[in-house]
Structure formats: C-alpha cells, structure tokens
C-alpha cells in the first residue's frame, strides 16, 4: 500500500492510500484511538454508505462510535454547523488529546479541521478522505475553514491531521460527476509542476474518471506526493510555491462567482475551466505556445470536464467577470497574482497581469471556440 509522509517538523504525518481502510479502521489508527468512545463527523450521503463499515470496523475492536451527521453540501461549512459540530463535541467531552474523525468529502474535512484547531485550543483529528477531491487535495496540508458572507473559506486555520487514510473504496460510491471534479485536481498537479504526469493523465485519465482501480490508486498517490512535496516545503502559503495550487482557481473562481456557486458549475468543474483558461491567457501573453494550450484543453475535455466557457451561456462579459477576481483571497495590496504557465509542469505566478487585459480575454473567449 502506498504510504506517503507529510514531512512537517513536530507535525510529520502519513498518508495512506489503498482498498479496505475504512475496514480496518482500529489497526490503522492504532493508539491515536484512546478511548473506547470514538467521535465521527459525516454527512448524509456518506453516512449512507460508509457508516455500516465504519460502525462495524471499530465496534469489533471494542470502541463506540458516535456519530454527528450533518446535511451534505456546503451549508455545513458555516457558523452554524461549526456551532453545532463544537457544541456536539464538547457533549462528547473530547479532550485535546483525543482525536476526531473526519468521515466524508472536502465539506466534512474543512469543518472538522477547523472545529478540532479550536476546540479546547486544538485537539487531534484524522481525515478519512471519501471524495476523490478530498484524497487528492483537501485532506492533505492542513488548510481548514467555513465560509463567511463576505465568500467562501474565509475564517479558518492552519491545523494539521495526525493522520490521512484514503480508502479508494469509497470512490465507488461517488457520483460520477463529483469524481470527474476530483479529476481536476489531479491533472492540475501534472499541469502545475509534472510534464511526466501529465502525459500520463492524457492517456490514462479516462481510466480515473471511468472507476479503474489501478489508474485511481496511481493517480490519488502522484497527486498525494505532490501536495505533501508542495506542503513540506511552504506550509502557510508563504514563499508562493503552495500558492501554485491554486492554478486555475482564479478564474474558476470568477466563473462559480457568475453561476452563484450553483450545481451550474461545481467547483472542480470551474478549475477545469480555469486552468484552460489559465493556459491560453499564457499562450496569448507569449509564455506557452498555442500548441500546448491546445493539448491542456484536450485532456480536459477528455474527462468528460468543461473546457469552454462559451458553453455556459453567461450573460456577463469579460469586465464583469474579473471584477468577480477582486474579491479574491490572493488579493495583495491592490494587485492580483495570476499563476501562469511557462509550459506544462512549469507555473509560475505573474504578479503584473492587467485586469483590464484579463477582461479583453475572456470577451475574447466568451464568444471564440
Ligand atoms: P463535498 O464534501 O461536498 O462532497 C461532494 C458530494 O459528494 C457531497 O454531496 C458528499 O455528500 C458526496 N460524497 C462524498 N463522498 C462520497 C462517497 N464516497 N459516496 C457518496 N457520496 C459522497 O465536496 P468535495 O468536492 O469533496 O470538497 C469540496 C470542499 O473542499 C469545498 O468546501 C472546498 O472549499 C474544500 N476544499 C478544501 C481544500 C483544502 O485544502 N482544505 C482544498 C480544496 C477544496
Ligand atoms: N488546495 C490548495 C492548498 O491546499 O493549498
């Protein structure tokens, strides 16, 4: 089984990737699991399908599941589910020692994270990862939040996991089109920082979004590999190597902005559209040839994601989408850096990028292809 460590100083960490995990819940956690009773975070849908194994794993072990199950969806990642998930935790009376899981996708990770980074001043918690995204990407390095009014992710913490068990079981059970949005987070790392595993991901990625074991588990354990390098080497997002993760997100962000972060577009879906876009606004500002713009936007296409956003049929025009770009996180000091492409497996971040120059684009692209 693939067994990849998050090499953080006093808070080193294994990720684990493989079938049965979740099967095997009390041997996995060894003595992270302190006492009989063990408190688990989930949601509805992966309550409905992983519930009955993880009860039945821990309970013939001797512990106690007890189980906080919250509605699916982002609505769980507010003020209000974080108050229900803290004030259900302290009835559970969980000391800072103790660990808490987390059952489900990047929603139930980035709620429990958060609530375990303040509960009682911090307390352990594990991600058991069940969406694809959630292995790949949100699982992984410690960033958990709930989003506020003013946006999305925008109070949380730095807080890692004692732990990472991704059971490739769980894929089986996901829809079809939140695993092709998982998808892009994987090609993303080979677009970012991994030429090798991009090709792989041209000939292969069907396979992923197709439920191929084999594909799933290299491609969960590639993208594993390239967060905990990323993570390892800037954690808080400080030195602008972990801000690479975030190709295509920018424009993503503005086209879910548009859509009003509707099953119009989820989110992975407007990374996909991003990182096209991403990849011709750095073919137009000469960095890659057109030729490799072409090839991201093929691979894309392939999964089965968008890669057109004249498709979407939005009414707003360029203007009106990057003023959605001013709300971004990355904001600083009044300039926006864009992570741009000098080549497949080559981003960089470009902190001199017009949005007014963005905005001729995407008229552009809104009406071309
Ligand atoms: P999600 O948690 O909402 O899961 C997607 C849907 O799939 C939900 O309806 C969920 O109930 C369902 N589901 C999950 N696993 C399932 C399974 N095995 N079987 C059946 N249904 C299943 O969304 P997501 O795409 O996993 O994560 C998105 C969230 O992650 C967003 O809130 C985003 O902000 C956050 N995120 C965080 C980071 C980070 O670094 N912390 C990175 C990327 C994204
Ligand atoms: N998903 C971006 C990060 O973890 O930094």
Same mark, same amino acid.
């Given at each position: 089984?693939?067994?990849?460590?998050?090499?953080?100083?006093?808070?080193?960490?294994?990720?684990?990737?493989?079938?049965?995990?979740?099967?095997?819940?009390?041997?996995?956690?060894?003595?992270?699991?302190?006492?009989?009773?063990?408190?688990?975070?989930?949601?509805?849908?992966?309550?409905?399908?992983?519930?009955?194994?993880?009860?039945?794993?821990?309970?013939?072990?001797?512990?106690?599941?007890?189980?906080?199950?919250?509605?699916?969806?982002?609505?769980?990642?507010?003020?209000?589910?974080?108050?229900?998930?803290?004030?259900?935790?302290?009835?559970?009376?969980?000391?800072?020692?103790?660990?808490?899981?987390?059952?489900?996708?990047?929603?139930?990770?980035?709620?429990?994270?958060?609530?375990?980074? @303040?509960?009682?001043?911090?307390?352990?918690?594990?991600?058991?990862?069940?969406?694809?995204?959630?292995?790949?990407?949100?699982?992984?390095?410690?960033?958990?939040?709930?989003?506020?009014?003013?946006?999305?992710?925008?109070?949380?913490?730095?807080?890692?996991?004692?732990?990472?068990?991704?059971?490739?079981?769980?894929?089986?059970?996901?829809?079809?089109?939140?695993?092709?949005?998982?998808?892009?987070?994987? @090609?993303?790392?080979?677009?970012?920082?991994?030429?090798?595993?991009?090709?792989?991901?041209?000939?292969?990625?069907?396979?992923?979004?197709?439920?191929?074991?084999?594909?799933?588990?290299?491609?969960?354990?590639?993208?594993?590999?390239?967060?905990?390098?990323?993570?390892?080497?800037?954690?808080?997002?400080?030195?602008?190597?972990?801000? =690479?993760?975030?190709?295509?997100?920018?424009?993503?962000?503005?086209?879910?902005?548009?859509?009003?972060?509707?099953?119009?577009? =989820?989110?992975?879906?407007?990374?996909?559209?991003?990182?096209?876009?991403?990849?011709?606004?750095?073919?137009?500002?000469?960095?890659?040839?057109?030729?490799?713009?072409?090839?991201?936007?093929?691979?894309?296409?392939?999964?089965?994601?968008?890669?057109?956003?004249?498709?979407?049929?939005?009414?707003?025009?360029?203007?009106? =989408?990057?003023?959605?770009?001013?709300?971004?996180?990355?904001?600083?000091?009044?300039?926006?850096?864009?992570?741009?492409?000098?080549?497949?497996?080559?981003?960089?971040?470009?902190?001199?990028?017009?949005?007014?120059?963005?905005?001729?684009?995407?008229?552009?692209?809104?009406?071309?292809?």
């Amino acid at each position: 089984m693939p067994v990849i460590g998050v090499a953080l100083a006093g808070r080193a960490y294994e990720v684990r990737v493989g079938g049965g995990l979740l099967a095997d819940l009390p041997a996995q956690c060894g003595k992270l699991l302190r006492k009989r009773r063990v408190p688990i975070i989930t949601d509805e849908n992966v309550a409905e399908s992983w519930r009955g194994v993880v009860q039945q794993s821990l309970e013939s072990a001797g512990f106690e599941p007890q189980w906080l199950v919250h509605a699916p969806g982002e609505g769980a990642k507010s003020w209000s589910g974080l108050e229900r998930t803290l004030d259900w935790l302290l009835g559970q009376e969980v000391e800072r020692g103790d660990h808490i899981l987390a059952l489900g996708g990047g929603v139930i990770g980035d709620l429990t994270g958060f609530a375990a980074a @303040i509960l009682k001043r911090g307390c352990g918690f594990i991600q058991l990862p069940t969406s694809l995204l959630a292995q790949v990407d949100s699982s992984v390095g410690g960033k958990t939040a709930i989003n506020a009014a003013a946006g999305k992710n925008l109070v949380g913490a730095f807080h890692q996991p004692a732990l990472v068990l991704a059971d490739l079981d769980t894929l089986a059970t996901l829809p079809a089109r939140e695993l092709r949005c998982g998808y892009a987070e994987v @090609i993303k790392y080979g677009i970012l920082g991994d030429r090798t595993f991009f090709d792989w991901c041209e000939a292969e990625g069907a396979k992923v979004v197709g439920g191929d074991r084999t594909a799933q588990q290299y491609a969960v354990t590639k993208s594993v590999e390239a967060k905990a390098r990323i993570v390892a080497e800037d954690e808080r997002e400080t030195t602008g190597k972990r801000a =690479l993760l975030n190709l295509g997100h920018t424009f993503g962000h503005a086209l879910e902005a548009e859509t009003g972060f509707s099953d119009k577009l =989820l989110h992975g879906e407007g990374v996909a559209l991003g990182m096209v876009l991403a990849a011709r606004y750095s073919a137009r500002r000469g960095y890659i040839g057109v030729d490799d713009a072409a090839r991201i936007t093929a691979a894309i296409d392939a999964a089965g994601l968008p890669s057109e956003i004249a498709a979407l049929g939005l009414a707003a025009d360029g203007r009106a =989408l990057a003023a959605h770009m001013l709300h971004d996180k990355k904001m600083d000091a009044g300039t926006l850096p864009f992570i741009l492409l000098r080549g497949i497996g080559e981003a960089f971040l470009d902190k001199e990028v017009s949005l007014g120059d963005v905005a001729a684009f995407l008229d552009e692209e809104l009406q071309a292809h």
